[in-house]
T-cell receptor
């Protein structure tokens, strides 16, 4: 049962244009969402996060939007740069999971972003 | 500051062999995790630890064992390796149980023939 889904395995974008990566979730207990970026032969690194009390969070070229009613979030990268080419993972956690499960992350399958010069 | 260090980086095993993957963190983090990454499956949690001397099962714990004898180290063991355990393994840590971000190691590529 995939509770966090990234339905697009890959995305190709021209340098300077907008990249939009999408993520859907099914567990209504999730209330905190994160995006991680992963380069080949490296571990994932934290990119940006959003709490369910917000619908938007911005950090430089990166913006995450959350639509709770649709259980959908998206990551916008503007403008896209060749160095943004990587695998992007969406992740979610629940404050209400209780005990030691609190803060445990559930990841999506990942989307490979390729930004062409 | 090394962060999260995983050893080895690569390993090839024959079916039935055993091995231990080592994760070490120098950030004094309480929580540590082992994930595996497979194509089309994302990152799946194998086992985790909320402090020295504690361990708990994640989503896909079968065939693996873990130990956290020291706060800075989290070991993942495969007692009898199977081809289905061919994967990339990532260790991660965080300070506490809140929504703090995870810090990941660079991964171990394991192939079981």
């Amino acid at each position: 049962d995939q509770q966090v889904k990234q339905n697009s395995p890959s995305l190709s974008v021209q340098e300077g244009r907008i990249s939009i990566l999408n993520c859907d979730y099914t567990n209504s207990m999730f209330d905190y969402f994160l995006w991680y970026k992963k380069y080949p032969a490296e571990g994932p690194t934290f990119l940006i996060s959003i709490s369910s009390i917000k619908d938007k969070n911005e950090d430089g070229r990166f913006t995450v939007f959350l639509n709770k009613s649709a259980k959908h979030l998206s990551l916008h990268i503007v403008p896209s740069q060749p160095g943004d080419s990587a695998v992007y993972f969406c992740a979610a956690s629940s404050s209400n999971a209780g005990g030691t499960s609190y803060g445990k992350l559930t990841f999506g399958q990942g989307t490979i972003l390729t930004v062409h010069p | 500051n090394a962060g999260v260090t995983q050893t080895p980086k690569f390993r090839v095993l024959k079916t039935g062999q055993s091995m231990t993957l080592l994760c070490a963190q120098d950030m004094n983090h309480e929580y540590m995790y082992w994930y595996r990454q497979d194509p089309g499956m994302g990152l799946r949690l194998i086992h985790y630890s909320v402090g020295e001397g504690t361990t708990a099962k994640g989503e896909v714990p079968d065939g693996y064992n873990v130990s956290r004898l020291k706060k800075q180290n989290f070991l993942l063991g495969l007692e009898s390796a199977a081809p289905s355990q061919t994967s990339v393994y990532f260790c991660a840590s965080r300070m506490d149980r809140g929504h703090g971000k995870l810090f990941f190691g660079s991964g171990t590529q394991l192939s079981v023939l």
